[in-house]
């Protein structure tokens, strides 16, 4: 009998978690280990923050998930792996593995902002997040770090629920360096910045925030802007026990795989979704379409490789959509450089979210 732990219940994994409800496979011990009981589904956030969807609209119960797929669920987090004796630890307990599979996804955090750590209402891991819904809906002035799809979308969804909730004198602001939406066309970013204008969110361009300290974030241009909830979403940070553990990481410590998904240096441990970086696709962006789509590529590989059968690549698609949900069931369309805004975008959003999670709930 073989075992493959999968490490996170995040959005490959939950994919594979599905074709094992369908599938029997003989001879093989699958394990998931999870940092907690629930996997939240991020783009469902925005619609949470708005008041939209409901806890459990947005989240996974992975116990009843595995139970279904015939996988051992353990609750806890991976703390360090040993990828010579094959094996993983788990609040102190020891697992032994054939094949790991990573999927334990990023943090919002970023170590170059001093204070960050301690004054932010932390977005990733997901779980930690929904404790802190009714301080950010109440806060007098929160600041939102970032300028991306994420960012925007957060705080335009969080600006919806204050105007239900007649909340005018609740100030939101977003702090970024360089411009709106950058990575997007000129009329994304032209909508973009109207919207910003609609609902009064003030924006803070070109700045990049350098120190935290307790209601105040502090740019390298020593502006100093005073919030009393701090969100940031200016870019994705690599899990640590992945460095730790002496794996191959890029400089950014995110697990360097192969376009087979794999660990070059340690072919029985397999990676998907945010906590990778592909060697051939360095720049790949860390977005819940691609670790979505790397689930039937992982899935094979982990079975070709116990039986030693050739692996697939996986040939990430040059554009991935994008939809951002701007607040009463309106939405932004994003794909490439073209752009389309309106209520129909939020109707497809919706569509896609809600059947995403009709699969695994
Ligand atoms: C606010 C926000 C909105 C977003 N909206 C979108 C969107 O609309 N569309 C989109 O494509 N992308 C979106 N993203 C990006 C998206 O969330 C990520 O790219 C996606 O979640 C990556 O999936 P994943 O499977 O790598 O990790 P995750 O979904 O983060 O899952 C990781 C899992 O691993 C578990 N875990 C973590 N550490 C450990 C450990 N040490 N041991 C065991 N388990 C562990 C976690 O509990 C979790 O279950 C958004 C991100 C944010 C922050």
Same mark, same amino acid.
């Given at each position: 009998m073989k075992t493959i732990v999968l490490a996170g219940g995040g959005h490959t994994h939950l994919s594979i !978690?599905?074709?094992l409800t369908q599938t029997i496979i003989q001879d093989i011990k699958w394990i998931l280990i999870s940092s907690d009981d629930y996997q939240y589904y991020s783009g469902m956030f925005s619609g949470y923050i708005e008041g939209l969807y409901s806890l $459990?609209?947005?989240?996974?119960?992975?116990?009843? !998930? #595995? #139970?279904? #797929?015939?996988? &051992?669920?353990?609750?806890?987090?991976? $703390? &360090?792996i040993n990828p010579v004796e094959k094996t993983i630890s788990v609040n102190g307990q020891l697992f032994s593995y054939d094949l790991l599979s990573l999927d334990i996804g990023s943090h919002t955090t970023n170590p170059e902002i001093s204070g960050l750590e301690h004054h932010q209402t932390r977005l990733k891991p997901a779980h930690e997040f929904p404790d802190h819904i009714t301080e950010l809906h109440l806060a007098r002035r929160t600041a939102v770090i970032g300028g991306g799809v994420a960012a925007c979308e957060m705080a335009l969804s969080l600006a919806a629920w204050k105007r239900k909730y007649m909340r005018k004198y609740d100030q939101i602001s977003l702090i970024y360096s360089g411009s709106l939406l950058e990575k997007h066309g000129e009329k994304a970013q032209q909508i973009m910045h109207r919207l910003?204008?609609?609902?009064?969110?003030?924006?803070? $361009?070109d700045e990049r925030a350098k120190k935290i300290t307790n209601n105040q974030i502090v740019t390298t241009n020593r502006t100093v802007i005073p919030f009393d909830q701090l969100l940031y979403l200016g870019g994705a940070q690599a899990p640590d026990v992945l460095r730790k553990s002496g794996l191959p990481v890029d400089e950014k410590g995110f697990l360097l795989v192969n376009g087979m998904l794999q660990s070059p240096d340690f072919p029985s441990i397999f990676g998907a979704g945010d906590c990778i970086t592909m060697i051939n696709h360095p720049q790949l962006a860390k977005n819940g379409v691609h670790a979505v789509r790397q689930g039937p590529v992982l899935w094979q590989n982990l079975l070709a490789s116990l039986t030693k059968k050739p692996l697939t690549d996986y040939q990430p698609q040059k554009n991935s959509l994008a939809i951002l949900s701007t607040g009463f069931q309106k939405g932004l369309l994003l794909w490439g450089n073209a752009s389309f805004y309106g209520s129909l975008p939020w109707q497809l959003k919706n569509y896609i979210d809600r059947n995403f999670m009709k699969k695994y709930q």
């Open positions: !978690l599905n074709k $459990e609209d947005i989240r996974i119960h992975l116990p009843d !998930l #595995a #139970a279904r #797929a015939n996988c &051992e669920f353990h609750q806890g987090s991976v $703390e &360090e910003m204008q609609e609902n009064s969110i003030k924006l803070h $361009e």
